[in-house]
């Protein structure tokens, strides 16, 4: 059996050691460097396919933070809009509190002047709080786009007060929510949707009663949001001591009016009477949509007869309320001017019918506004864990596990001290070492 035997030139031998150590540097510089910024992959050119990984994961991140700061702003513009609606809540709570002591019988007019001053102040307050701006100058109740002041009024013609925008409410998507509330659904009134109607009588005396109920919408897609007058005609009835009634409807706004409806043939005159008009009652003769009682009580005269109540002059004048602003001056109209209890009494509950309608609304908004305000919470909650887990995807794309990264740093440095070691060994050897 033969032996073969290699001849490795020393040259060659010294070029493959040199090249060996200058790769095992190489290794050793490149962990170093991985070490120092802790990253797996420090270039694209690293790992292509984890460099793109890191890199949509931080693109999402950045989105995600940037939608969290235009987030931050609504919820601030929804939170002053909800602080704004509280504030007007309370105003118009305190407006419905001093209607109701306005209704006081023992009142003077003077004393009705009074809380009429008050009410006033109070809706000029009302007003503005109504128009209030977020810092951007932008109006908190500005519904879907409106001027720089939402709520126009007193204004001469009719409606009295105006939303000068566009009503309805802002959408909402999956991570922003809106920033401005609808103003034009919390103050003003719709005359199908709320049938918000205000209801006044003639001057009567003092020594008798013309009230009505609140107008109550039993039919909204049929309220017209027309003006009406109700008159009433009693005379002497078929039977002594008997009177009997009848009235018709006027629609002011067309200018048509109904048949003369016989309400009861005869009823005592000493005798309150109750006259309902609804569709309910008189399907023929009625405001259309509404509902509402004529409610009237004799009076004694200086001669010893009864005045009939309703008597033959008495009007009631119906016409549709276009905005809780419009609701509230008409209360102050009405009870400041009152030239006696019967008067005050009617513009009193008619007042309260529509306040109420009004605060219903206004609790409306403001609880859509809280809604709102946790939903941003649900929202951020949301976009906290998408970033957790975008950042727990770009960490394993291209962030180095410190342990493996310095166990494999030293492996590779005991590496490279060995493979100096050897070649400074091997470089001493030469048959020139042992010739001569």
Known sequence: MSNTIFRVGTANMYDNAIRNVSARQTSLVNLQENLTSGKRVVRASDDPVSAAQAERALTRISRIQTE???????????????????????????IRQLVVNAGNGALKPEDRKTIANQLQSLREQLSDVANRKDTNGIPLLGALG?????????????????????PGQSSNTGVSIANTLDGHSAFMFDAKR??????????IPGNRTLTTSALTPVNAGAVTGNNYQIVV???????????????????????????????VPDFPTDKPLSIEISAAANPAVNVPGLSFTINATPAMQADGSLAYSPATVDTISLQPSPS????????????????????ATQAVGQALANIDRGLERMHNMRGYAGELLNRADRITGDQSKRSEQLEADRSRAEDLDMIKGISDFQNQQTGYQAALQTYASVQKLSLFNYIG
């Open 146 to 166: 409106s001027a720089v002041n939402p709520f126009l009024g007193p204004l001469p013609g009719n409606p009295d007060y105006e939303f000068k925008g566009q």
């Open 194 to 203: 709320d049938g918000a109607y205000t209801a006044s009588v003639s001057t």
């Open 233 to 263: 005609s009693v005379g002497p009835g078929a039977t002594p001591g008997m009177a009997t009634a009848t009235y018709t409807i006027k629609d002011l706004t067309l200018g048509t009016s109904s048949a003369t409806v016989p309400v």
């Open 68 to 94: 969290q700061r235009a987030l931050e702003n609504q919820r601030n513009a929804i939170a002053q809009a909800e602080s704004t609606m509280g504030d007007a809540v309370n105003l118009v709570q305190e």
């Open 324 to 343: 809780l602003f419009s609701t509230i001056d008409s209360a102050i109209k009405g009870i400041g001017g009152a030239a006696n209890n019967n008067a």
